[in-house]
């Protein structure tokens, strides 16, 4: 799994994940998110290199949303492939997360 | 074709690798999309045998893939744990806002969903799990 950071402007933080995100990098992804919540009251996550996602990958996520909130931001994720897709549809994660179509709609939604 | 190997969750990819060939072999020749199925379901067995069958220590896992009836894949995931069927468990309830959502538990239903047949025994002290992912 690739993780990598980008700010815009000082409330957005936009992180690209690419890779697998399973039960062996889960933890990281949840941790270097956590840490770009804190720096930022905005997080996109950008999954257009994600192929791959299990319920460890999931799990980060609602813990990474969970701590945004709490810090009062908003928490965007974008291009999702059809296979993340389909796992958001059946875990329910589509209907509680904001997906997005692309970085700029997620930032536009964030103004 | 049957593996076995610790159950440690280094050892995962090793376990997904022997599923992918038995997945892709002549006689199985699951599509691209219904083999990322079968994959997303091993991770979440495996990982659940890992974290929860051996909780005094070492234990092992043994998988075993065959042709299922009727075209596509059937496998076997074996352990000596204590007996826990997962399928017992409660499926979580995913249509709750994001505040009232629990952190994990999604696991095991994401594979009753993703698989065609799902189905747990207890055999001569052991738990076999066994999953199908026909053709189609």
Same mark, same amino acid.
Request: with cysteine; hydrophobic share 40%; aromatic share 6%.
């Given at each position: 799994?690739e993780?990598?950071?980008?700010? *815009?402007?000082?409330? $957005? $933080? $936009? $992180?690209?994940?690419?890779?697998?995100? *399973?039960?062996?990098?889960?933890?990281?992804?949840?941790?270097?998110?956590?840490?770009?919540?804190?720096?930022?009251?905005?997080?996109?996550?950008?999954?257009?290199?994600?192929?791959?996602?299990?319920?460890?990958?999931?799990?980060?996520?609602?813990?990474?949303a969970?701590?945004?909130r709490?810090?009062?931001?908003?928490?965007?994720?974008?291009?999702?492939?059809?296979?993340?897709?389909?796992?958001? *549809?059946?875990?329910?994660?589509?209907?509680?997360?904001?997906?997005? *179509?692309?970085?700029?709609?997620?930032?536009?939604?964030?103004? | 074709?049957?593996?076995?190997?610790?159950?440690?969750?280094?050892?995962?990819?090793?376990?997904?690798?022997?599923?992918?060939?038995?997945?892709?072999?002549?006689?199985?020749a699951?599509?691209?999309?219904?083999?990322?199925?079968?994959?997303?379901?091993?991770?979440?067995i495996l990982v659940?045998i890992?974290?929860?069958?051996?909780?005094?220590?070492?234990?092992?896992?043994?998988i075993?893939?065959?042709?299922?009836?009727?075209?596509?894949l059937?496998?076997?995931?074996?352990?000596?744990?204590?007996?826990?069927?997962?399928?017992?468990?409660?499926?979580?309830?995913?249509?709750?806002?994001?505040?009232?959502?629990?952190?994990?538990?999604?696991?095991?239903?994401?594979?009753?969903?993703?698989?065609?047949?799902?189905?747990?025994?207890?055999?001569?002290g052991?738990?076999?799990?066994?999953?199908?992912?026909?053709?189609?």
């Amino acid at each position: 799994m690739e993780i990598r950071e980008r700010t *815009d402007g000082e409330s $957005v $933080v $936009v $992180v690209e994940l690419s890779g697998r995100l *399973d039960a062996g990098s889960a933890q990281e992804a949840e941790r270097r998110l956590t840490e770009a919540a804190g720096s930022a009251r905005n997080v996109i996550v950008n999954l257009g290199g994600v192929e791959y996602i299990s319920s460890a990958g999931l799990r980060s996520l609602l813990v990474v949303a969970k701590k945004v909130r709490q810090l009062n931001g908003v928490l965007g994720l974008c291009l999702l492939s059809k296979g993340v897709r389909e796992v958001f *549809d059946i875990s329910g994660f589509s209907s509680i997360f904001t997906l997005y *179509d692309s970085e700029e709609a997620a930032k536009e939604n964030m103004k | 074709m049957k593996m076995r190997d610790q159950a440690k969750l280094n050892r995962l990819s090793g376990f997904l690798l022997f599923i992918r060939h038995a997945a892709t072999a002549p006689d199985t020749a699951l599509s691209e999309d219904n083999l990322h199925k079968v994959e997303l379901a091993a991770e979440e067995i495996l990982v659940n045998i890992i974290q929860y069958a051996y909780p005094d220590g070492a234990g092992e896992i043994e998988i075993e893939c065959l042709p299922a009836e009727g075209g596509g894949l059937e496998v076997s995931f074996v352990d000596e744990g204590n007996p826990f069927d997962v399928l017992a468990k409660e499926d979580p309830d995913t249509s709750l806002p994001i505040d009232e959502r629990a952190i994990g538990g999604l696991g095991i239903y994401l594979v009753k969903r993703l698989m065609d047949r799902v189905s747990y025994r207890r055999d001569s002290g052991k738990n076999v799990l066994t999953i199908v992912k026909n053709n189609i």
